[in-house]
């Protein structure tokens, strides 16, 4: 999507250890016009599947993960990384490692929002590990759903989480691949 990619050449930011900073229109502050482009782009992408529902993690998955379901008129489900005191016993649980925090979470989410042979549609803000995918998709397969695919905003796909959702048989799209960060620069899947 090139208008993703022209914005994290614009503003991304290289830091230390393979993490890319986009936190002007992503993490932090979200940019709402790109993230209703970046709903388009999953729901252009995906309108060929039945999907019931759009499944995400919090916090930074809710902006994508909101507009693409907006585009495709579903539900949007965010796993938690904390249990309320509102939410009951009967929830789904899997752990998932933060690479960029160094913390073990562990994500949930309310069985009644899941149910057997739904269409799920996963979308993330960054799959670099995969951690908060297969978090997800162990959700999605503990409920029963079917797993339509995996959507990501941006990937490294140097850091094998793209690969893993690949070799479970998921489809996997992602709005910008990036394949290093060599010389503290973004590169880009295709780039010279």
């Given at each position: 999507?090139?208008?993703?990619?022209?914005?994290?050449?614009?503003?991304?930011?290289?830091?230390?250890?393979?993490?890319?900073?986009?936190?002007?229109?992503?993490?932090?502050?979200?940019?709402?016009?790109?993230?209703?482009?970046?709903?388009?782009?999953?729901?252009?992408?995906?309108?060929?599947?039945?999907?019931?529902?759009?499944?995400?993690?919090?916090?930074?998955?809710?902006?994508?993960?909101?507009?693409?379901?907006?585009?495709?008129?579903?539900?949007?489900?965010?796993?938690?990384?904390?249990?309320?005191?509102?939410?009951?016993?009967?929830?789904?649980?899997?752990?998932?490692?933060s690479y960029t925090k160094k913390v073990n979470n562990k994500i949930c989410v309310?069985?009644?929002?899941?149910?057997?042979?739904?269409?799920?549609?996963?979308?993330?803000?960054?799959?670099?590990?995969?951690?908060?995918?297969?978090?997800?998709?162990?959700?999605?397969?503990?409920?029963?759903?079917?797993i339509v695919g995996v959507g990501a905003v941006v990937a490294k796909t140097f850091?094998?989480?793209?690969?893993?959702?690949?070799?479970?048989?998921?489809?996997?799209?992602?709005?910008?691949?990036?394949?290093?960060?060599?010389?503290?620069?973004?590169?880009?899947?295709?780039e010279e």
């Amino acid at each position: 999507m090139k208008e993703l990619v022209d914005r994290i050449k614009q503003d991304g930011e290289v830091l230390p250890g393979n993490v890319l900073k986009i936190n002007s229109f992503l993490n932090h502050q979200v940019d709402p016009q790109l993230m209703m482009h970046v709903g388009e782009e999953f729901s252009r992408l995906f309108k060929d599947e039945k999907v019931d529902k759009v499944l995400t993690c919090e916090a930074s998955g809710i902006a994508p993960g909101v507009m693409a379901a907006y585009q495709l008129h579903v539900p949007m489900i965010f796993a938690r990384k904390k249990k309320p005191s509102t939410l009951n016993d009967a929830v789904y649980w899997a752990d998932v490692f933060s690479y960029t925090k160094k913390v073990n979470n562990k994500i949930c989410v309310e069985e009644k929002f899941l149910h057997p042979g739904e269409h799920i549609l996963i979308i993330d803000d960054f799959v670099a590990h995969g951690e908060a995918v297969k978090g997800m998709v162990n959700i999605a397969k503990q409920a029963g759903c079917n797993i339509v695919g995996v959507g990501a905003v941006v990937a490294k796909t140097f850091q094998g989480g793209s690969e893993w959702v690949e070799k479970e048989g998921l489809r996997f799209e992602a709005l910008a691949k990036i394949d290093s960060f060599e010389n503290d620069q973004v590169h880009f899947e295709g780039e010279e």
